[in-house]
């Protein structure tokens, strides 16, 4: 069972940055996935997550809005849109399926 995050780079403040989680190893189309950040020297947050079957989605309030989450079944992967970046949009994002967790990428946001 993995989960791979990518996507994830330096953008400037107004930009945009689409991450992707590719996931193998278990029956995808049936589980929620999560995005979360950790920014330095803060507590692991969560930004959103798209449920299974149904693709209902939830927002983080500070990123509602500027921020969309999607996935793509036949691709065993989900998506975070992350557009109008703010730097307090920094950390390294990683996405989450239950226990299972990616190695992270990481988002800088420059002003």
């Known amino acids: 069972v993995q989960l791979q995050a990518s996507g994830g780079g330096l953008v400037q403040t107004g930009g945009s940055l689409r991450l992707s989680c590719v996931v193998s190893?278990?029956?995808?189309?049936?589980?929620?996935i999560g995005w979360f950040r950790q920014a330095p020297g803060k507590e692991r947050e969560g930004v959103s997550c798209?449920?299974?079957?149904?693709?209902?989605?939830y927002y983080a309030d500070s990123v509602k809005g500027r921020f969309t989450i999607a996935r793509d079944n036949a691709k065993n992967t989900v998506f975070l849109e992350m557009d109008s970046l703010k730097s307090e949009d920094t950390a390294v994002y990683y996405c989450s399926a239950g226990t299972l967790w990616g190695q992270g990428t990481l988002v800088t946001v420059s002003s």
């Open positions: 190893g278990f029956a995808f189309d049936y589980v929620a």
């Open positions: 798209i449920s299974g079957s149904d693709g209902i989605t």
